[in-house]
């Protein structure tokens, strides 16, 4: 299934593989991407080993994973320009797994996870992911930035003894002294050299350059500081196909759909939010079920192919972008850079100073808040603000993916309470003795309440009209409301007619069975407009 869905979106890569306006890539652009490339390579392999110890499977596991799912994200994903790996959003929910279970169930959970991310892109499911309101993606981007600054903490303590968590440092001692002063200096000295490059040439990317700069000055001067090979060694061979070695039975499929469900939840919503962001820095739209397919592509071979599974990374993604990275070739060089270093380059990039790699993460953490959030607060409605924060609290407290679902709900929430007290009507009797009530805002469940208390059904004329011309009927709640307020007046001999219904409101009302037509007096909406109810269609009357 993956490899035929794979196949359907082969033609929509290559123009990706352009570098605008139809033009064949020149040796100016192939040069940026190959070295966007590079620069996200360097700044995946210590976030992969440290999401490896996350999860607490080998440091090759998690390499295998970020060469493995940017691969084939690279190759064949929604948007060019993103880099997807091992990130701790997944990490943090596979530790219990392997706890209990074993390395090889995380495999078969993977694989699960990749099948599931796959229908749901062969669903089409991933347009939702345009319900989230921008409040929410304003908490996700700062909620992330705060998360990627923590995990960047782990790297100050003692080597040997650093154990990262999907949030921050985990245990281990502090550096102190003399290491802690030269390790915060090169940090400094290289967020320096990426903000200063740019003013001087833009040949090489400011990420690249710093790092280099770094990591010549420490082992030119033989500068003792921690360094990538204090992580874990990254050397190793070609990833192997491998079945996972588990039972396949109902047992398995038990344990680990949990698991798989709530991984493909939570990759995609990374994933479908960071093609939302670097979509917004590259004035590109859509892409947003191709992607899923990909990613879940990506884990089903992950999966067979010993990779813990992967999903968007927001920061080497704002890497690759701000380093010129602008099609696929950057993120097909990174996942190539990133082999290269464990077949063969392992020794040198071992004596890469941490230092260094922590000064780019930390220009993406400037790089990636939305700093202008925090001086709109004060001038958004208080329920924006109160989203911004709140998605922000739980992205750094919880993970991002139910950080997004509480935003939206409670957006949601806060939509619907606004629109419930829009209702009202303005009241009026004519020459003939009707009386019209000319109901303002939505009729919905949440303003069902407030729509029957609009009516004085005891005082009113035999005959009373209400006017739907701006309002609209959108849920069953509402049809339930309208026969409530009908059987009222019939209880007491009086008549209750709706006009200028949308053909939206007709067809729920006439599907309902609660409409007769009466007369045909609203040319604008071409429909019978002026309806008596028939009451006695829900309530079994």
């Given at each position: 299934m993956a490899r035929a869905l794979l196949a359907r979106y082969a033609d929509r890569i290559r123009p990706d593989f352009r570098a605008g306006s139809g033009e064949t890539l020149s040796l100016a652009r192939m040069r940026i991407e190959l070295l966007a490339g590079l620069t996200v390579a360097l700044a995946l392999v210590p976030e992969a080993v440290a999401f490896a110890?996350?999860?607490?499977?080998?440091?090759?596991?998690?390499?295998?994973?970020?060469?493995?799912?940017?691969?084939?994200?690279?190759?064949?994903?929604?948007?060019?320009?993103?880099?997807?790996?091992?990130?701790?959003?997944?990490?943090?929910?596979?530790?219990?797994?392997?706890?209990?279970?074993?390395?090889?169930?995380?495999?078969?959970?993977v694989v699960l996870m990749g099948i599931l991310q796959v229908a749901v892109g062969a669903l089409h499911w991933g347009k939702f992911i345009r319900l989230v309101p921008h409040p929410v993606m304003l908490g996700f981007v700062n909620g992330l930035a705060i998360v990627i600054f923590l995990a960047q903490l782990g790297q100050f303590k003692v080597p040997g003894t650093v154990e990262a968590t999907g949030h921050g440092a985990g245990g281990g001692e502090w550096l102190t002294g003399l290491p802690l002063y030269a390790m915060l200096g090169l940090v400094v000295l290289t967020m320096a050299v990426i903000w200063v490059m740019p003013k001087l040439t833009k040949v090489i990317p400011a990420p690249l350059a710093g790092i280099a700069v770094v990591a010549a000055v420490v082992i030119g001067f033989g500068i003792d500081v921690p360094r990538v090979g204090d992580l874990a060694s990254i050397e190793g061979g070609l990833p192997g196909f491998h079945l996972p070695g588990v039972p396949f039975e109902l047992e398995t499929l038990r344990i680990i759909l949990p698991y798989a469900v709530i991984l493909a939840a939570i990759g995609l919503i990374e994933s479908l939010l960071t093609l939302n962001l670097v979509g917004e820095m590259t004035g590109k739209r859509g892409g947003a079920s191709q992607e899923c397919i990909a990613q879940g592509s990506a884990n089903i071979i992950t999966g067979f192919f010993g990779g813990m599974g992967g999903c968007a990374m927001i920061g080497q993604s704002m890497i690759n972008v701000k380093s010129g990275g602008r099609t696929r070739i950057a993120g097909i060089a990174a996942a190539l850079f990133l082999l290269s270093f464990i077949l063969f380059a392992s020794p040198l990039i071992e004596q890469i100073p941490l230092a260094a790699l922590v000064g780019v993460m930390f220009m993406v953490v400037i790089g990636t808040f939305a700093w202008n959030s925090v001086r709109i607060l004060f001038r958004v409605p208080r329920t924006d603000a109160f989203v911004i924060v709140l998605v922000t609290a739980v992205t750094v407290a919880e993970d991002l993916a139910t950080a997004v679902v509480v935003g939206v709900i409670v957006s949601a929430l806060a939509y619907a309470w606004q629109n419930a007290r829009r209702i009202h009507a303005d009241v009026y009797t004519t020459a003939d003795g009707q009386k019209i009530y000319r109901v303002q805002g939505p009729l919905f469940f949440g303003s069902a309440e407030g729509f029957a208390e609009l009516f004085d059904v005891g005082a009113d004329p035999k005959s009373v009209v209400v006017d739907f011309a701006d309002s609209r009927v959108v849920d069953q709640s509402a049809l339930q409301a309208i026969e409530a307020v009908a059987l009222k007046y019939e209880a007491v001999g009086k008549t209750l007619q709706l006009r200028h219904l949308s053909h939206d409101c007709h067809a729920l009302l006439t599907k309902a069975g609660h409409l007769m037509v009466d007369s045909d007096d609203d040319p604008d909406y071409a429909i019978a407009a002026d309806y008596t109810v028939r009451t006695g269609i829900l309530g079994g009357h």
């Open positions: 110890f996350v999860a607490g499977v080998h440091p090759l596991v998690g390499l295998y994973a970020a060469f493995l799912v940017g691969l084939v994200t690279a190759l064949f994903g929604g948007r060019p320009g993103m880099i997807s790996g091992a990130t701790g959003a997944l990490a943090v929910v596979m530790v219990s797994l392997v706890a209990e279970h074993g390395v090889e169930y995380l495999f078969a959970t």
